[in-house]
């Protein structure tokens, strides 16, 4: 199937709270979000309106990241992202939609630019994807 990759640029400011925007051509909005630090791992979620191109669905509601974190820096590759979806129409369950990297940028940068968003898809069994198209 299909894969996407979303630029996204997340702020973590005092008390929790969350600022961030996503790259060009994807029709997702996105809203508030929060952060807490749990031991090791940062975990915080971010409100999106959903989207829904080709096979590659997620549904309204909050996106969920949880990384490794150590101080001030953070695991860069395998990064988890989850949803909180309903099963049976009654049971919730924590379901993984992707991975994540994280890069460090300058604070206070207002030249940050981020790439469009992209597709990918699978070419067989071995598990490589190729680029498909920028949206």
Request: with cysteine; aromatic share 12%.
């Amino acid at each position: 199937g299909r894969r996407m990759q979303i630029p996204m640029l997340c702020t973590f400011k005092e008390g929790g709270m969350i600022e961030s925007r996503i790259g060009p051509y994807l029709n997702m909005g996105i809203g508030e979000g929060n952060w807490r630090k749990v031991g090791n791992l940062l975990k915080f979620w971010i409100e999106i309106e959903g989207f829904e191109k080709f096979d590659v669905t997620l549904p309204k509601g909050k996106l969920h990241f949880t990384t490794n974190a150590w101080g001030n820096i953070l695991r860069q590759k395998g990064n988890v992202l989850t949803i909180r979806a309903t099963r049976f129409l009654v049971r919730k369950e924590w379901r993984m939609v992707g991975t994540f990297s994280a890069e460090p940028v300058l604070a206070n940068d207002d030249r940050v630019t981020l790439p469009p968003c992209k597709s990918y898809m699978g070419s067989g069994t071995n598990g490589d994807f190729y680029e498909d198209s920028d949206y």
